[in-house]
């Protein structure tokens, strides 16, 4: 069984940063990719930000947002400066990943994790 489980939500004023985790465990073989989602209230989850074999961001983050990944840890982290009052979201962890050498990838999803930002 596999697990993502996300870490570093919370509020913040327009302006400020914040740094979400997201630790994969359980029976691993391999991890193709791993990134961020959003879903704001009303709306349909969309991509942030995803690390594979290269590294995709929304327009909408650029120059604000960095996703970065510990391969040891099967861990990836987003870095949020500069944030704005639209990017509140429940912010969804996603990887790729096969847990056998024969199987074929899918996706794995985390809990979710608020990020609001106050203007």
């Known amino acids: 069984q596999v697990q993502l489980v996300e870490s570093g939500g919370g509020l913040v004023q327009a302006g400020g940063s914040l740094r979400l985790s997201c630790a994969a465990s359980?029976?691993?073989?391999?991890?193709?990719?791993m990134g961020w989602y959003r879903q704001a209230p009303g709306k349909q989850r969309e991509l942030v930000a995803v690390?594979?074999?290269?590294?995709n961001y929304a327009d909408s983050v650029k120059g604000r947002f960095t996703i970065s990944r510990d391969n040891a840890k099967n861990t990836v982290y987003l870095q949020m400066n500069r944030l704005k009052p639209e990017d509140t979201a429940v912010y969804y962890c996603n990887a790729l990943l096969r847990v056998t050498s024969w199987g074929s990838s899918r996706d794995y999803w985390g809990q979710g994790t608020q990020v609001t930002v106050s203007s």
């Open positions: 359980g029976s691993i073989f391999s991890i193709n990719a």
């Open positions: 690390s594979g074999g290269s590294t």
